[in-house]
């Protein structure tokens, strides 16, 4: 009896394909499924991870400027986490904020990537300040500063350069106690920022509702020379700012 060696058959015909074995798909098959599993892994990411966004003003120089891309976090709030002071947000229009701000009609292009998380979100009406109050806390600016919260003046290096911590401005003079589930923003270029000091006449008296916040901005993204993290500055850390 002659056993061929290639293929295993007593009769030298070709033995049959193992199961664990195959056949390679067609590229022109592999490829469209491999770019549907890579959109919505983005979509994933970008619905429950990281998100980036756009910087349209100039109202939080010098920490982030005009154009640069941020990375969102959106994981934390799902674990029940709240903003804290200090941090920069970002945050849904709570009471037409950016009424007088026309926002650039995204073309279907970028109407696809930004769906789907692949550039920043585009033609969507949010904002970006930091978190100077959170719930029981109270905000106050008198003259040109210093901003003080809880009555503890804080010693704010992120404020941008030549600008004062508190506006002279009678919008930019107040004292204002955060109710719960709320926010009280600024924003680092205080002489240029529209902010919660400006819409205490709206229907939140100035304030973001927490169900508003979409995420914390971690790291400025893009440009490569802007790159960095946004750390929450020293001067929120004090013990004794907790009312």
């Known amino acids: 009896m002659v056993v061929d060696a290639r293929s295993g058959a007593e009769d030298g015909t070709a033995a049959p394909q193992g199961k664990g074995e195959r056949r390679k798909r067609p590229m022109w098959i592999e490829i469209p499924v491999l770019v549907a599993v890579a959109l919505v892994l983005a979509f994933l990411i970008k619905t429950f991870l990281l998100q980036a966004f756009l910087i349209p003003s100039g109202s939080m120089q010098n920490t982030l400027q005009l154009n640069d891309r941020v990375l969102v ?94 506006s002279p401005d009678p919008a930019g003079q107040f004292k204002v106690t955060v109710p719960p589930g709320s926010l009280w923003v600024m924003g680092d270029h205080r ?27 971690v790291v400025i993204a893009w440009p490569v020379p802007h790159w960095s993290t946004l750390p929450v500055p020293d001067t929120f850390e004090q013990p004794s700012l907790t009312p």
């Open 73 to 166: 976090d959106k994981l934390t709030p799902w674990f029940g986490s709240e903003p804290e002071r200090g941090e920069v947000v970002v945050f849904r229009d709570p009471a037409d904020w950016l009424a007088n701000s026309p926002v650039p009609e995204p073309n279907a292009f970028q109407n696809v990537l930004g769906f789907i998380g692949l550039m920043p979100a585009a033609g969507e009406k949010h904002l970006i300040k930091r978190v100077i109050g959170v719930a029981g806390d109270t905000v106050e600016c008198t003259g040109t500063g210093p901003l003080k919260v809880n009555g503890h003046p804080l010693d704010e290096p992120y404020v941008y350069p030549g600008n004062t911590p508190c």
């Open 191 to 217: 002489q240029a920022s529209l902010d919660s000091r400006y819409h205490q006449n709206d229907p939140h008296a100035g304030m973001v509702p927490l169900t508003d916040v979409v995420g914390r901005a």
